[in-house]
Structure formats: structure tokens, C-alpha cells
């Protein structure tokens, strides 16, 4: 039978084993072991999706920048950031919808009106032929807002994104630059619905 100085080394060396085993469960991040198997795992998905790539765009992704991107997300906070940059966007363009439905629906309102009015069918034929040309120019001014609002938030991704160390993006306007932006965030979206088992 152990002496209770004895009883009480056991039980202290029981509770730091359970501590130490507690704390890799909670936090696993400290785990190396974890950390490699979950960096291979982004890595080797991240090499399948760039494979998919069309050529152009494959050659202008490097294996490093895919090597710094899954090393960026061991940090499972980016993925909660893109996240949310694409509900911001799917709301945005989902009211800018709404914005371009109501100015065509003023347009044919307006129209109505005419014809309500006007019984001459020559008078109201010319009036619908201006009324078609200050709704088109109407529009096109329209459409021209509504692309702007849409740069300024890809802008706001880019500089979030960038902020957050995310490599690969930085404000700019250039077109091929902003399309291989937008395959690495497809790229951080798809990994964010991929189930990681460290185990496996």
C-alpha cells in the first residue's frame, strides 16, 4: 500500500499527464506534428485545384506563393475572413440587382404614364422615342455607378486581404492580377469546406 506522500506524487503526476493531454486537445496549434500533417493537407489540395487550372493562369501561380498561401491558412481566421468578404459581396450585388430593377421599372412606370395621357398615336410614338433615349442614357449612368461600387469592393477584399498577410493580394486594377485573385480565393473558400483529420 503507498504512503500518502506517494499517493500524492501519483495523483500529481496523473493530473499534469491529463493537463498536457487536455491542452493538446484544446489547443493543437502548439502540436508540430499537427501543424505538418494540416500544412501537407492544404499543400497537396491546393497543388489539385492549381492543376485545374487554365495554363495561362497555372504558370502565373508559383508553387511558392501556394506554399506561403497554405502556410497562411494553418491560421483558421482567414478562412472566417473570406468567408465574410463573400457574404459582404453577395449582399452587395444582390442590392445593386435591386437598384438597377428599380430604375428600369421608373422607366416603363413612366412610359405608362404617356400612354395614359397622350392619345395622339403620332405625339406619344415621338414621345416614347425621347423617353427611350433619356432612359438609356439614364441607365448607362446607372450601370456605370453600379460598376464602380463593385471595383470599390473588390478594392476593400483585396486591402483586407492583404492586411491579413494573405499572399497574393494587394490593391490594383490590373485584370489579370484581380482574375488570379479571385482563383486564390476560390481556392481558401473550397479549403474552407474541406473536413482536415489529422488522424488519417
Known amino acids: ?6 499517493e500524492r ?4 503526476q496523473d493530473s499534469l499527464t491529463e493537463d498536457s493531454s487536455a491542452a493538446q486537445t484544446i489547443d493543437p496549434y502548439h502540436n508540430q506534428e499537427y501543424l505538418q500533417r494540416k500544412l501537407y493537407f492544404l499543400l497537396e489540395n491546393l497543388k489539385k485545384m492549381h492543376t485545374n487550372l487554365p495554363e495561362q493562369y497555372q504558370m502565373r501561380i508559383s508553387f511558392e506563393l501556394l506554399a506561403g498561401l497554405a502556410n497562411t491558412l494553418l491560421n483558421d481566421t482567414i478562412f472566417e475572413i473570406a468567408k465574410g468578404l463573400m457574404e459582404i459581396q453577395h449582399v452587395t450585388e444582390a442590392h445593386l440587382m435591386q ?3 428599380k430604375v428600369e421599372n421608373d422607366h416603363q412606370l413612366e412610359v405608362k404614364q404617356w400612354e395614359a ?7 406619344l410614338q415621338h414621345i416614347i422615342a425621347l423617353m427611350k433615349i433619356k432612359h438609356g442614357k439614364n441607365m448607362k449612368e446607372t450601370d456605370m455607378k453600379l460598376v464602380l461600387h463593385l471595383d470599390q469592393k473588390v478594392k476593400d477584399q483585396q486591402s483586407t486581404l492583404e492586411k491579413a498577410g ?3 493580394f494587394y490593391v490594383t486594377d490590373n485584370v489579370k492580377e484581380i482574375k488570379i485573385q479571385m482563383y486564390l480565393l476560390d481556392f481558401i473558400l473550397r479549403l474552407s469546406r474541406l473536413k482536415f483529420e489529422p488522424n488519417k
Open 166 to 168: 494573405v499572399p497574393g
Open 1 to 6: 500500500m503507498a504512503s500518502d506522500s506517494e
Open 117 to 123: 395621357k397622350i392619345q395622339d398615336p403620332e405625339e
Open 9 to 12: 506524487e501519483i495523483i500529481s
Open 99 to 101: 437598384v438597377r430593377e
